[in-house]
């Protein structure tokens, strides 16, 4: 079946570049999704890529996507304290309107 | 952008009682929603799709009878937890499709079951 896989740990240092890793196995998936969980509260959607996209850029979030291998990365320029949190990626079912997520990343931001 | 609103955000209850969770999208109209349950430190699993005026489609390994969900408005998506126990305590979650390409979630309701 469908899964998605994210390393759990990720510690970087206040101004340095964080980027979070995710593998998928649905090659049917339409859109590729990345959130944000802060402690506590619900998901807030980052960003996405559309399936025939190799990159996407949205001010401090790089999006890369390899179709072939099937590996999905986001980068976050100049991490912030602000941007600890959990990160997830989720891949769509086809067109169901259903999102299959990875396990989450926790990123720790040093001062 | 869109907001979906979940109500109430915490929620105890005694083992044995019902507990109804809601989900509103508040500025767009939702056919479909969807319900997603969260254990502490997991990932978010999906359990079933809301559809509004037919029944919810559950996926495998949830129970139907015990997760109620009613679709009653294009705004509107209700999950009971019927005959709660322990081990139902989690972190209900519930989403709508916006655009084509855009899930929101709403905010999570915390359920402690006593």
């Known amino acids: 079946g469908e899964d998605v896989e994210q390393s759990l740990f990720l510690s970087v240092r206040e101004g340095d570049s964080s980027v979070i890793n995710c593998t998928y196995t649905d090659s049917s998936s339409t859109y590729l999704y990345w959130y944000k969980q802060e402690p506590g509260a619900g998901l807030q959607l980052l960003t996405y890529i559309f399936s025939n996209m190799d990159m996407k850029q949205d001010q401090r979030l790089t999006v890369l996507l390899n179709k072939k291998d099937k590996h999905l990365s986001l980068r976050i320029a100049d991490t912030q304290t602000g941007d600890s949190a959990i990160y997830f990626c989720?891949?769509?079912?086809?067109?169901?309107?259903?999102?299959?997520f990875g396990q989450g990343t926790t990123l720790q931001v040093k001062p | 952008g869109a907001v979906v609103s979940q109500h109430p955000s915490r929620v105890i209850c005694k083992s044995g009682t019902s507990v109804k969770i809601e989900c509103r999208s508040l500025d767009f109209q939702a056919t479909t929603m969807f319900w997603y349950r969260q254990f502490p430190k997991q990932s978010l699993m999906l359990m079933a799709t809301s559809n509004e005026g037919s029944k919810a489609t559950y996926e495998q390994g949830v129970e139907k009878d015990k997760f109620l969900i009613n679709h009653a408005s294009l705004t509107l998506s209700t999950l009971t937890v019927t005959s709660a126990h322990p081990e139902d305590s989690s972190f209900y979650i519930c989403?709508?499709?916006?655009?084509?390409?855009?899930?929101?979630f709403g905010p999570g309701t915390r359920l402690t079951v006593t």
């Open positions: 989720a891949e769509s079912m086809g067109n169901t309107g259903k999102l299959i």
């Open positions: 989403s709508a499709p916006g655009r084509q390409y855009e899930q929101y």
